[in-house]
């Protein structure tokens, strides 16, 4: 069997762990036994757990996103487009952490190794934004600019309140309860004051 089947295989496997266990007590033994092998064999094409949940989270994101995409384009108005799609993203990411149990500390020592296979999927989502923010340009709701390099700082912006739950430990270093709700309308606001600021106003002399 092809190497790229196998390790499908071993991401299928994962995932159904991972759904059943939570990521800290899914083991490399219950991924290999779910598809007849033993933990040793798994290390021929992944390093360790980390990297295999990485990819399994890729993977279903992609799935997610794609579909989320098609969703946000149905919504009406530039603005609306993009703030459905960031709201429901973090959603999902949201959804990601308490189907699998992710703790805080598991988050942070798993960030290095996502964010770089993570990278490919950001690519997409800085273009799917941008193209938003060209055709916002295009019918005159915001004004012109720079489409893709807007994208790739509302993402930034995006993920940079999301990543604070994972870098800040909470008061006295302890435990982090987190308010997603809080952080959601985070996002909104933020995101908010950056597409306002884009708008296209009246023409000059003439009253908004």
């Not at 092998?37 to 993977?59: A, G, M, P, W």
């Not at 597409?195 to 003439?206: E, F, H, N, T």
């Amino acid at each position: 069997m092809a190497a790229i089947d196998k390790r499908q295989q071993i991401l299928d496997a994962a995932s159904e762990c991972l759904a059943r266990y939570g990521y800290d007590k899914t083991t490399l033994d219950d991924i290999a036994s779910r598809i007849g092998l033993n933990k040793t064999s798994l290390y021929y094409y992944y390093r360790n757990k980390e990297s295999i949940f990485s990819d399994v989270i890729v993977q279903e994101a992609k799935l997610f996103l794609e579909a989320l995409q098609h969703k946000a384009i149905k919504t009406r108005g530039c603005k609306n487009q993009i703030l459905t799609y960031l709201t429901e993203r973090f959603r999902y990411y949201q959804h990601v952490v308490n189907l699998h149990h992710l703790s805080m500390d598991t988050l942070r020592n798993i960030h290095p190794v996502f964010k770089a296979v993570y990278q490919t999927v950001l690519e997409r989502e800085i273009d799917f934004i941008g193209k938003l923010l060209q055709e916002g340009m295009d019918h005159g709701e915001i004004k012109p600019g720079p489409a893709l390099r807007l994208g790739r700082i509302i993402l930034t912006v995006t993920d940079a309140i999301k990543l604070d739950l994972c870098e800040d430990p909470g008061p006295g270093g302890g435990p982090q309860r987190i308010d997603y709700a809080d952080v959601e309308k985070d996002v909104v606001y933020a995101v908010t004051l950056i597409l306002d600021g884009l708008k296209k106003g009246p023409p000059k002399g003439k009253k908004a």
